[in-house]
């Protein structure tokens, strides 16, 4: 099948499978987190997705074209969407996938409330409507001062909103540099943090066991078994296609059509937390999932009304 520039059917059936890989390499990510530190499967995932991503880089661009005058804006945007990543899969350590996922589902409420600053953008009524029920919706999840909160909730709201940040970043930076020269950049800074992150880490010899987080940050770095090596493998195999699948369905559908079908990520969430980690999520987590999701499904909603008011 010929991708054109609008093919609708072609940007689900993207969506979903991006959706899917990504949220599989979060299983395997919560799966390992209790036998290898952060650090190590963030640098193993490099091992995998840099080759893939570098080969395709100089198929088709050329090595050469790294050298971007714009790299110390994609080398921050990079940053910034690493300590992201680290805060989201430290969150996934001591949190259900379920949980974790809805709180970082509050990332396109940030979106629409910077928009405003960043883009010198009216932020309509409906938008702060849809940001106070998002974070609603996180309060009842999370129940601050309860018996069951955990503070990586925490983690994974700043996970959402440094993502925000990025994606803020990434719409102008992505005007003036190649799509496939940012992601090569942004895996290169993610396997330099962990590396980083693991130099620290050995050889201040931080290792603690006072929480599960703590503990995926700190812990001495092991040789992976075959099965760990193959899995961490397939994670990296994985990060690179969502990667890859996620560019091209925001390339061939209007981003207000594609987004809705990134909260597939839910199904995916509960699926891996029931059958893998016996988590299934309580009442608290359904209802408050259900805000989240509902407000962002009507703040797309209505921003898709009011692009079509205005074109009409």
Do not use: C
Request: aromatic share 14%; proline share 4%; hydrophobic share 55%.
């Amino acid at each position: 099948m010929t991708l054109t520039t609008d093919n609708r059917k072609v940007a689900i059936a993207l969506a979903l499978l991006a959706v899917g890989m990504a949220s599989t390499q979060d299983a395997i990510i919560k799966a390992v987190s209790g036998a290898y530190p952060a650090y190590e499967t963030v640098m193993l995932r490099g091992v995998v997705s840099l080759p893939i991503l570098g080969v395709w880089l100089a198929r088709t661009r050329g090595l050469h074209t790294l050298a971007t005058p714009h790299w110390r804006a994609v080398i921050l945007r990079g940053l910034i969407l690493a300590s992201a990543y680290f805060a989201y899969i430290l969150a996934l350590a001591s949190m259900p996938m379920a949980t974790s996922v809805s709180i970082y589902f509050t990332m396109p409420f940030f979106v629409a409330a910077f928009s405003g600053w960043a883009l010198k953008e009216r932020v309509p009524v409906h938008r702060w409507i849809a940001i106070a029920l998002g974070f609603i919706g996180v309060l009842v999840m999370v129940r601050p001062g309860g018996s069951a909160f955990q503070p990586a909730a925490f983690l994974a709201l700043y996970s959402a909103f440094a993502y925000a940040i990025g994606q803020m970043m990434g719409r102008s930076i992505s005007q003036r540099v190649d799509t496939l020269v940012i992601a090569n950049w942004q895996n290169i800074v993610y396997f330099s943090v962990a590396a980083l992150i693991g130099m620290v880490v050995w050889g201040l010899n931080l290792s603690t066991e006072s929480s599960k987080t703590l503990s995926f940050l700190t812990r001495p770095p092991n040789w992976p078994s075959f099965n760990d090596a193959i899995a961490l493998g397939i994670m990296g195999v994985f990060s690179t296609g969502a990667m890859m699948a996620y560019v091209n369905a925001y390339r061939l559908a209007p981003a207000n059509f594609v987004a809705p079908f990134e909260y597939s990520a839910m199904v995916w969430a509960v699926l891996y937390g029931v059958l893998l980690f016996g988590d299934f999520p309580d009442r608290y987590t359904w209802i408050g999932a259900a805000i989240v999701v509902g407000a962002g499904l009507f703040m797309l909603w209505r921003d898709g009304v009011g692009k079509r008011q205005a074109i009409g």
